[in-house]
């Protein structure tokens, strides 16, 4: 994957690929940071923890890669604009956009909080088609492009108490068709991958909220509530979730397009 080798500031590494990854200093998005840093990526990070520089710099030092840090915050699409310009400047376009950035919360429909749904499907959906927008021009121009958005089991399936989120996971599932459908006389696909539960701060965030919607206690939400819906009762690996991407990514798989991957543990199986 790196052809030769240039010198930028810090690191030697740059005729690589690269990749843009929204909340990659936390769960999912830090696990496919990390894959695609050991395969040799640019890795243009981007989230909103205090010490996200931190981890970005961590991760590019242990893998040697290049790398830009963004915490702009994705339900500002001024920002958006800009951190996809910054990776742009820097690496000279963005062979892979992973749209994977989101956020949950729990409650019934009559006490679903309005700012949380405009959160949600904000950064859950409408993010995904302002940092899509922004990266096109230049997958356009050099015939290439590699977009994975991180959906979930929960874009194919409901669950009670989650309206915001599945309705947005839904509706990221209908934007990549569409956008597997435009890229692909340009080289660009877009996919989405399905994830089961994955054992991250997402999911250990709504544990309270859980147990307070359905009235159970915390293990029961463990138990009953995620693994439920796994016929493989344990959480889905974050790595499985980075080599997924990593294959959705490579050269070979440009006639993939258009899909919505379940990797789910056999949850939208039943
Ligand atoms: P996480 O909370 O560990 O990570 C989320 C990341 O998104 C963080 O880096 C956070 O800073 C970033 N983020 C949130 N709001 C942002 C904003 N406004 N601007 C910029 N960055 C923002 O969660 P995760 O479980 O790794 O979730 C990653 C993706 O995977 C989400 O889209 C989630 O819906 C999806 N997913 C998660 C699970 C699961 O069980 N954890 C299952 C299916 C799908």
Redesign the pocket.
């Known amino acids: 994957m790196i052809s030769e080798t240039l010198s930028l500031p810090s690191k030697k590494v740059t005729v690589a690929k690269t990749i843009l990854i929204?909340?990659?200093?936390?769960?999912?998005?830090l696990g496919i940071a990390r894959a695609f840093a050991a395969a040799g990526y640019n890795i243009a990070f981007?989230?909103?923890?205090a010490n996200g520089a931190e981890i970005a710099q961590q991760v590019a030092d242990e893998f040697n890669v290049a790398h830009t840090f963004s915490p702009?915050?994705?339900?500002q699409p001024a920002a958006i604009r800009d951190m996809v310009a910054n990776a742009v400047k820097t690496f000279g376009t963005i062979d892979v956009l992973v749209n994977?950035?989101?956020?949950?919360h729990v409650a019934p429909i009559d006490q679903f909080p309005e700012e949380k749904w405009d959160a949600i499907i904000a950064?859950?959906l409408t993010a995904a088609f302002h940092v899509t927008k922004a990266a096109w021009a230049t997958m356009k121009e050099h015939k290439f492009g590699r977009i994975i958005n991180?959906a979930?089991?929960h874009g194919l399936a409901a669950s009670e108490f989650k309206s915001a989120y599945v309705a947005a996971k839904h509706g990221l599932v209908g934007f990549t068709k569409t956008i597997g459908l435009e890229g692909a006389p340009y080289g660009i696909t877009c996919n989405a991958i399905c994830?089961?539960?994955?054992d991250?701060?997402?999911?250990e965030s709504q544990i309270p909220q859980q147990a307070k919607a359905h009235n159970m206690t915390e293990k029961e939400v463990v138990e009953k509530i995620f693994l439920q819906r796994h016929a493989v009762k344990e959480f889905v690996p974050v790595e499985l979730l980075a080599q997924t991407t990593l294959f959705l990514a490579s050269d070979q798989a440009g006639t993939i397009t258009g899909i919505a991957l379940p990797v789910d543990a056999g949850w939208t199986a039943q």
């Not at 929204?22 to 998005?29: A, E, K, P, V």
């Not at 702009?72 to 339900?75: H, R």
């Not at 994977?100 to 949950?104: E, H, K, R, S, Y």
Request: no cysteine; charged share 5%.
């Open positions: 929204t909340g990659s200093t936390s769960g999912i998005g981007n989230g909103l923890e702009a915050n994705l339900m994977n950035a989101g956020i949950q950064i859950n991180i979930s089991a994830p089961g539960y994955v991250t701060q997402l999911v």
